[in-house]
Structures are given as structure tokens and as C-alpha cells.
């Protein structure tokens, strides 16, 4: 199907573990974000990335590691999983940097115990 | 620096006008926007004004800018049980979108 799809939906880890949150997107967009959403802070840019090949960091970077190898797939990865990582993370895509062309994906939660 | 702002919490009755508030800092941003969340689910574009509009309306949707105060309010006009949900106010700072916290509207039937 056409779209932006991520995987898993829900994810259940502990403190330590390495977990990797896949992203993927059907329309050959350049950009590709991930974004943490948490309570009384709304959306935090995590990483992104402008083209293949190319990331950037965003707001709140550490901790996670991204990578694009592929257009279409933006993997997001937890080396070692803190409690504080516990969110729901979202990724979206864009065409362009203007906010009117990016689509979002349905989001994962993640609890980290 | 980056900050969005917005009130957390607004409830209405079904038929009433909702008006969402959002004060932005950044004011170079060329676009600001407003987007949806519904209960388990991603963000949806809901509109979006140019930042040298004053006004914007699509529907029962009226956006207002005040580029002087930095605010930026949203409008709904007629509000249904659909509409509730969260919305995020949102600017454009370089190549990144900065959101707001959200405004959890609940709208009593």
C-alpha cells in the first residue's frame, strides 16, 4: 500500500536492550523525520535526513542513531534503551522542508521498563 | 531561540465556536501551520497560513495572524464531536518544523 508505514506499532523493551524502529515511506520523498511525542512537550525532532546517505540532528538527539541507506527506509535506533526513551515516536516524510507537504506515519509507542 | 506555545486544555459544546491559541518566537518563519492528531493516530496537516496573510479561511476553518504579537490563532467554526482531537500549532525554523504542545479540545455532545 501506498504511504508512510512504521514498525512495530507497539514495543515493550528493557532498560539496556538495543531496539530499532523501522520506518517506511512509498513516495520517494527526500526528507524523512523522527520526531518524539511526550506529554507537555508536543512533537521533538529526534533526527533527520535531507536525502540518502545524508542525516542531520535534530532537537534531541542523543542517545539514538539513524541511518538511510535506501530513499524509502529510515531505521531509528536505541543502542541501549533508557526508561526515559518510554514515547511514542513518529516519522514522517516530505517532499521539501515546508511544513504543508510532510506526512506523518501512525507512530510506535515504546516502553522501555 | 525556538518556542511554540499553546493552551493546553479547551473544551466546548458541540455547535460552538473553538478558537486555538499559539504564540510562536521565530519571526522569520514563512509559514506557520496547524495540525491534527485524533486519538492513536499521526499528525494530519490541517491548514497552514504564508506568513504575510493576516487572515486565511477554508471552510469552517479561520487561521489569524498577528505577525507583530507573534500570535497565531485557529477557529473552528460549528464545533462537532469529530473535531476533538489535539492540535499542534506549528512553525518552519530553517529546514525544521517547531510544534506547540498541543491543545487537547474536547467537544461535548
Known amino acids: 500500500d501506498a504511504g508512510i508505514t512504521q514498525s512495530p506499532r507497539y514495543k515493550i523493551t528493557e532498560t539496556g536492550r538495543q531496539v530499532t524502529l523501522m520506518c517506511h515511506q512509498t513516495?520517494?520523498?527526500?526528507?524523512m523525520f523522527w520526531y518524539r511525542q511526550d506529554l507537555g512537550h508536543g512533537l521533538r525532532l529526534i533526527y533527520y535526513?535531507?536525502?540518502?546517505?545524508?542525516?542531520d540532528k535534530g532537537e534531541v538527539p542523543d542517545g539514538y542513531v539513524v541511518s538511510r541507506s535506501k530513499t524509502e527506509n529510515f531505521p531509528l535506533t536505541l543502542e541501549s534503551a533508557t526508561r526515559s526513551q518510554t514515547s511514542v515516536y513518529f516519522c514522517a516524510s516530505s517532499i521539501g522542508t515546508s511544513g504543508k507537504e510532510q506526512f506523518f506515519g501512525p507512530g510506535t509507542r515504546l516502553t522501555v521498563l | 531561540g525556538e518556542d511554540v506555545e499553546q493552551s493546553l486544555f479547551l473544551s466546548v459544546r458541540e455547535g460552538d465556536s473553538s478558537v486555538i491559541n499559539c504564540t510562536y518566537t521565530d519571526s522569520s518563519s514563512t509559514y506557520l501551520y496547524w495540525y491534527k492528531q485524533e486519538p492513536g493516530a499521526g499528525l494530519q496537516l490541517l491548514t497552514y497560513i504564508f506568513s504575510n496573510m493576516d487572515m486565511k479561511q477554508d471552510q469552517r476553518l479561520t487561521v489569524l495572524l498577528n505577525k507583530k504579537d507573534k500570535h497565531l490563532s485557529l477557529r473552528i467554526a460549528d464545533t462537532q464531536t469529530g473535531d476533538s482531537a489535539i492540535y499542534f500549532c506549528?512553525?518552519?525554523?530553517?529546514?525544521?518544523?517547531?510544534f506547540g504542545a498541543g491543545t487537547i479540545l474536547r467537544v461535548k455532545s
Open positions: 513516495w520517494s520523498h527526500s526528507y
Open positions: 506549528a512553525e518552519i525554523n530553517g529546514n525544521k518544523l517547531v
Open positions: 535526513s535531507a536525502a540518502a546517505d545524508i542525516t
